[in-house]
């Protein structure tokens, strides 16, 4: 086995206590104001943005650093219409009785139904698949490894750098979603995880009237 190549650790920034307590703060306050949205403006956003934010979620922890994801990016209207066709068909089906009355009962503080008319207002849909493989030019594969859990934390990242950036987002994730692999062209062995709505929030934009769980009920220190 070759031995790797370590560096040092240069890019590390170590601030005193009172600047830690400080910063954790101030980005808990910003990142509670996250909400998902569905009611997006039309209004375009630069494409140098979404790049940036990409950028910082392909910096996110994997599976022996073979980053198992693809980012497409869908800006073409024409493709927007083919994606909303398709999942309203899988949410009619989800919503008209595959869906067990518990799930929709869940679902209900929402407001959600079959009707997704953001998937063509918004400016940008970023579709993230998991890539179960890695496939050389020789076409050997390469098995990924924790991908799940690799794609999972790539996505927190890129919703909290879409947040930081003054953009509003929604996680939608019709079941099944391989109908995005046609539409796309994306190959078998990626699989759509989330289909992410990208834009601004309309200018009267509701959402729902929801609580989290305090830090008491999702944390145990032993």
Known sequence: MAKPELVPLSSYLQYPESEMMDRA?????EIRRRRSVRDFSDSPVPREIIDQCLLAAGTAPN?????PWHFAVVQDPAVKAKIRAAAEKEEREFYGGKAPQQWLDA??????????????IAPYLIVIFAKSHGVKPDGTKIKHYYVNESVGIATGFLISAL????????????????????ILGRPANERPMVLLVVGYPAENALVPKITKKPLSEITSYF
């Not at 599976?63 to 980053?67: F, S, T, V």
């Not at 679902?107 to 063509?120: I, R, V």
């Open 163 to 182: 947040h930081h950036a003054g953009l509003a987002t929604l996680t939608h994730t019709p079941s099944p979603m391989k109908f995005l692999n046609d």
């Open 25 to 29: 703060s101030r980005f808990y306050e």
């Open 63 to 67: 599976g022996a650093n073979l980053q």
């Open 107 to 120: 679902l209900a503080p929402l407001g959600t139904d079959d009707q997704k008319p953001f998937l063509e």
